[in-house]
């Protein structure tokens, strides 16, 4: 049987990220702060409504029961020559669409309007609602890009966002984290991260894995699934699927002496444990 529970199926992605792309540009949020000022200026106090400002980049779309949920990195509100990110700059919205590609809300759903950049959002659905997770660039004084951090909401099938603070996916690294894929057994999420720990003159790379539940609470700690010696890497577009009780998670690498570069992959239980001693090869070149 194939691995036909996805959270985020390709095939469903190239068709409909180009709907949820020509949905959002159309759209934009309210503007309620200075309405005063609109009203003065434009005769209305009534929202204005129009094609959304800024930069809209990194989309994703994810089925859920017959409708589906597109998400973005939304730069509408960036500040311009916010060059020490310590203003909005990249935010996360959403909006559902129905199965004829017609857009279900009249305003995007606001995920994320942190300080700084929120990018690369993701959706899964686990049968009752999705989980957006996505990269969160949290300014510092020593350096304003760090550290990097992964945040998450759920969001129902009527467009509620469920969480009223973004869950903090993984709240202690002790290294550089990579946000990888979120995939789901039909009840529970599993969030995959790489994280580079550096420790004197060794540096290691592990893929770790966090499960949370339907009420988006952690599952126990972290759980390190793989820490290659060598030649593995773990970009983004690395991607998951759940079928017969196995999670497949594939992803690029370097299988071998042999092979300069491959899609290789790996399975792991419901709980994470390995099904694969080391990664298999896909396809790769010699």
């Given at each position: 049987?194939?691995?036909?529970?996805?959270?985020?199926?390709?095939?469903?992605?190239?068709?409909?990220?180009?709907?949820?792309?020509?949905?959002?540009?159309?759209?934009?949020?309210?503007?309620?702060?200075?309405?005063?000022?609109?009203?003065?200026?434009?005769?209305?106090?009534?929202?204005?409504?129009?094609?959304?400002?800024?930069?809209?980049?990194?989309?994703?779309?994810?089925?859920?029961?017959?409708?589906f949920l597109a998400v973005w990195s939304d730069r509408r509100?960036?500040?311009?020559?916010?060059?020490?990110?310590?203003?909005?700059?990249?935010?996360?919205?959403?909006?559902?669409?129905?199965?004829?590609?017609?857009?279900?809300?009249?305003?995007?759903?606001?995920?994320?309007?942190?300080?700084?950049?929120?990018?690369?959002?993701?959706?899964?659905?686990?049968?009752?609602?999705?989980?957006?997770?996505?990269?969160?660039?949290?300014?510092?004084?020593?350096?304003?890009?760090?550290?990097?951090?992964?945040?998450?909401?759920?969001?129902?099938?009527?467009?509620?966002?469920?969480?009223?603070?973004?869950?903090?996916?993984?709240?202690?690294?002790?290294?550089?984290?990579?946000?990888?894929?979120?995939?789901?057994?039909?009840?529970?999420?599993?969030?995959?991260?790489?994280?580079?720990?550096?420790?004197?003159?060794?540096?290691?790379?592990?893929?770790?894995?966090?499960?949370?539940?339907?009420?988006?609470?952690?599952?126990?700690?972290?759980?390190?699934?793989?820490?290659?010696?060598?030649?593995?890497?773990?970009?983004?577009?690395?991607?998951?699927?759940?079928?017969?009780?196995?999670?497949?998670?594939?992803?690029e690498g370097i299988p071998n002496g042999m092979v300069n570069?491959?899609?290789?992959?790996?399975?792991?239980?419901?709980?994470?444990?390995?099904?694969?001693?080391?990664?298999?090869?896909?396809?790769?070149?010699?």
């Amino acid at each position: 049987m194939p691995y036909a529970q996805r959270c985020g199926v390709r095939a469903l992605r190239l068709s409909f990220v180009c709907v949820a792309l020509v949905a959002l540009l159309a759209l934009a949020v309210p503007m309620t702060a200075g309405a005063q000022l609109f009203e003065s200026a434009v005769g209305t106090s009534e929202p204005l409504v129009g094609p959304a400002a800024g930069v809209q980049e990194y989309a994703d779309v994810e089925r859920g029961g017959d409708i589906f949920l597109a998400v973005w990195s939304d730069r509408r509100t960036e500040v311009p020559s916010n060059g020490d990110g310590y203003a909005t700059e990249g935010d996360v919205y959403a909006v559902r669409l129905d199965a004829s590609g017609n857009v279900l809300d009249e305003f995007p759903i606001v995920l994320s309007h942190d300080v700084a950049d929120q990018e690369t959002p993701r959706a899964c659905w686990n049968g009752e609602n999705w989980l957006v997770t996505w990269v969160s660039r949290t300014p510092i004084l020593v350096h304003p890009w760090t550290p990097v951090g992964l945040q998450a909401v759920r969001v129902s099938p009527e467009g509620v966002v469920l969480d009223e603070t973004p869950i903090n996916v993984f709240p202690s690294p002790a290294g550089s984290v990579k946000y990888l894929a979120t995939g789901s057994d039909g009840t529970d999420w599993v969030v995959f991260i790489s994280e580079t720990v550096q420790s004197g003159m060794n540096t290691r790379t592990y893929l770790r894995g966090i499960r949370f539940s339907p009420a988006g609470n952690h599952l126990g700690a972290p759980v390190t699934m793989f820490s290659p010696s060598c030649c593995y890497f773990f970009p983004l577009g690395t991607d998951v699927a759940f079928a017969q009780g196995q999670y497949l998670l594939v992803f690029e690498g370097i299988p071998n002496g042999m092979v300069n570069d491959a899609i290789v992959g790996m399975r792991f239980t419901q709980s994470l444990q390995e099904l694969d001693d080391h990664p298999f090869m896909i396809v790769g070149t010699s």
